[in-house]
């Protein structure tokens, strides 16, 4: 039995791979893997084509004065960006299971319960708003596989070099360091940051 236990032990430990998840607008979500796998999940373009579609109808409606379809509408978009979340937080979690992470990152996100309130004034915060719940899909759906989730300060995530600390601003898709030379996909970036991060204050 004790020999078991120890072997159990050893073995968290030499498999003990950490994901860094990114979650963003133009490509939805980028995840890194400590044994160097990345990979891509959602799609931008498609999700900007969709968002403008309901807006361009809720103009129309608008003018109109459709008010009870626009709020037709608006819950359709709703459940439609909903949907998206259960997918790519199903991606997401499959993809660590096949890379046997034993741990995901995310950025902590802040000011949540402002944002909360003020979603609809603001593009931004109705972002921050939407992130918030994808990460709370990636939590339930990693914790009931066993994988643990951990949320990390988002402090210069995307411009931090992942190897020195400098910090950079990216020239077009491509991110050189011009304190080491250490280049990457800009894309990349966040996602190493968050993989590498120590872990934020309490939780989100
Ligand atoms: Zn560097």
Same mark, same amino acid.
């Given at each position: 039995?004790?020999?078991?236990?120890?072997?159990?032990?050893?073995?968290?430990?030499?498999?003990?791979?950490?994901?860094?998840?990114?979650?963003?607008?133009?490509?939805?979500?980028?995840?890194?893997?400590?044994?160097?796998?990345?990979?891509?999940? $959602? !799609?931008?373009? /498609?999700?900007?084509?969709?968002?403008?579609?309901? @807006?361009?109808? *809720? #103009?129309?409606?608008?003018? =109109? &004065?459709?008010?009870?379809?626009?709020?037709?509408? $608006? !819950?359709?978009? /709703?459940?439609?960006?909903?949907?998206?979340?259960? @997918?790519?937080? *199903? #991606?997401?979690?499959?993809? =660590? &299971?096949?890379?046997?992470?034993?741990?995901?990152?995310?950025?902590?996100?802040?000011?949540?319960?402002?944002?909360?309130?003020?979603?609809?004034?603001?593009?931004?915060?109705?972002?921050?708003?939407?992130?918030?719940?994808?990460?709370?899909?990636?939590?339930?759906?990693?914790?009931?596989?066993?994988?643990?989730?951990?949320?990390?300060?988002?402090?210069?995530?995307?411009?931090?070099?992942?190897?020195?600390?400098?910090?950079?601003?990216?020239?077009?898709?491509?991110?050189?360091?011009?304190?080491?030379?250490?280049?990457?996909?800009?894309?990349?970036?966040?996602?190493?940051?968050?993989?590498?991060?120590?872990?934020?204050?309490?939780?989100?």
């Amino acid at each position: 039995m004790a020999q078991v236990a120890v072997k159990v032990v050893e073995k968290q430990n030499n498999d003990e791979n950490i994901m860094g998840v990114d979650l963003g607008l133009k490509v939805p979500v980028v995840a890194v893997t400590s044994n160097s796998k990345t990979r891509f999940f $959602g !799609n931008g373009r /498609q999700n900007k084509y969709i968002r403008r579609k309901y @807006k361009v109808l *809720r #103009q129309q409606l608008g003018k =109109a &004065k459709q008010l009870k379809k626009i709020k037709q509408i $608006g !819950n359709k978009e /709703q459940r439609w960006m909903k949907d998206q979340d259960h @997918k790519i937080s *199903r #991606q997401i979690v499959n993809f =660590a &299971k096949e890379n046997h992470v034993s741990v995901i990152r995310l950025e902590k996100l802040t000011n949540i319960r402002n944002t909360a309130r003020t979603s609809r004034k603001n593009e931004k915060n109705l972002h921050t708003w939407s992130f918030y719940r994808l990460s709370k899909y990636i939590e339930y759906k990693a914790n009931l596989e066993g994988i643990k989730v951990e949320y990390v300060n988002p402090k210069y995530t995307s411009q931090k070099c992942p190897k020195c600390q400098t910090l950079n601003k990216a020239n077009d898709r491509k991110y050189v360091c011009k304190c080491c030379g250490y280049r990457t996909h800009r894309d990349r970036v966040g996602a190493l940051n968050i993989m590498k991060a120590p872990m934020a204050d309490g939780v989100a």
